[in-house]
């Protein structure tokens, strides 16, 4: 649960949360940011956005270099040790700051990476097991039958499976329309996307189709990337359920079109 935290004049004060957007929410899907915002406030957080925040470094750092990766490790660890906690909605983010800052980096960085880490939670993770949303303060609308893709940063690594299906039980009122073979990848993988391309269309079409049989009719999880990569591939396959991050549905920011979908 969340921890109430004291100023030096002794009274007690809402956490500072740290949000870190990531570069394809900033880029490309800032409702996401804003909706996460929305549902830290709501969960009796104070949120900050640090605007010097850029990259994790984790394309670099999956390519193999660490030496372009080092320096901006330091640069995020510098800014983001000062909050109470730091929320990242990316399940692939977060898994970057919690498990392989500390492997990269040595020393003084090594002990500050990972005291970070001890403070830093994927969205979904924060909002489930540290600072629950208050249920009577949220308003969702109906939404229509909703499956959900876990991504493999997150389940893997920071094991988020039950936390947005619970969330989105509690707050939106909806039992997630189970796909098959939720848990395998969608084919994105960063780099391998754009290094095997057909093994990764057919992938993503496999995750598409798997979806669809649902008869859910949007698609929805805590991976931007992965997102990005599903709805295009729906769009080339003709399907029309709609894609959009839990974040979106969790804080009833539906006005926004879907992940592909208008301008």
Not at 132 to 155: E, I, M, N, Q
């Amino acid at each position: 649960m969340i921890e109430e935290r004291s100023n030096p004049q002794g009274h007690t004060r809402q956490p500072t949360v740290a949000l870190f957007v990531t570069c394809l929410a900033d880029l490309f899907r800032p409702s996401v940011a804003f909706a996460s915002i929305k549902l830290l406030e709501r969960a009796g957080c104070s949120v900050i956005v640090p605007t010097q925040q850029t990259c994790c470094g984790q394309p670099a750092y999956n390519s193999g270099d660490y030496e372009a990766t080092t320096p901006l490790a330091k640069q995020v660890i510098a800014m983001l040790e000062p909050a109470d906690y730091v929320v990242v909605p990316s399940g692939s983010c977060a898994g970057m700051i919690c498990h392989h800052y500390p492997r990269l980096l040595e020393g003084e960085w090594q002990q500050r990476a990972r005291d970070l880490a001890t403070r830093t939670y994927e969205l979904t993770t924060f909002l489930a097991d540290i600072a629950p949303l208050p249920r009577s303060k949220v308003k969702t609308a109906a939404l229509p039958p909703v499956t959900y893709h876990d991504s493999c940063a997150g389940l893997r690594e920071l094991d988020i499976r039950e936390q947005p299906r619970r969330l989105l039980r509690e707050v939106c009122g909806i039992e997630v329309n189970e796909m098959q073979q939720t848990d395998v990848c969608c084919g994105f993988g960063g780099t391998f996307c754009a290094k095997m391309p057909e093994i990764s269309a057919k992938m993503a079409s496999d995750k598409v189709h798997n979806a669809v049989a649902t008869g859910a009719r949007i698609l929805t999880g805590g991976d931007l990337g992965c997102l990005l990569n599903l709805a295009g591939r729906a769009r080339r396959l003709g399907e029309t359920i709609e894609v959009r991050h839990v974040a979106e549905l969790l804080s009833g920011d539906l006005a926004v079109p879907a992940i592909g979908e208008g301008n």
